[in-house]
């Protein structure tokens, strides 16, 4: 029993580890490229991962997954031409202020779709 736990418990902390470096570097791409902590880079994360499972509903897991990051790239870039593209020479604290509203608008927007249930698909199961 001891040897079982140990294995998952070993599973499971590589499996979250590797999640969490993932986005530790995309934090890091982003700091270097564009100078800025992108705060919304966590809730872009979740947004991949919840139409990722809703996908899933509907396609194999490998292709809900491509599809995820087709649409989470589409909403990114409709983001980044809606809220940053038309600024000239921001400051960085304007910058972290506009990230931290995304952040907010994504999670809530998340929120309106999927629910709060630990369901992640609400809205087909009904």
């Excluded at 509903?57 to 038309?86: C, K």
Aim: net charge neutral.
């Amino acid at each position: 029993m001891f040897l079982e736990l140990f294995f998952q418990y070993l599973v499971a902390g590589l499996t979250y580890g590797t999640i969490y470096a993932i986005v530790g570097i995309g934090f890091n791409i982003i700091y270097n490229t564009t100078g800025i902590i992108n705060f919304a880079q966590g809730e872009f994360v979740m947004l991949g991962g919840m139409i990722a499972v809703t996908l899933h509903v509907f396609l194999p897991l490998p292709l809900a997954i491509t599809g995820a990051v087709l649409i989470t790239m589409i909403i990114g870039g409709l983001i980044e031409m809606t809220f940053i593209r038309w600024l000239v020479k921001p400051s960085v604290l304007r910058m972290i202020i506009i990230t931290i509203g995304l952040s907010i608008l994504i999670r809530e927007a998340a929120l309106t779709v999927w629910g709060k249930a630990s369901d992640p698909c609400p809205i087909y199961r009904q």
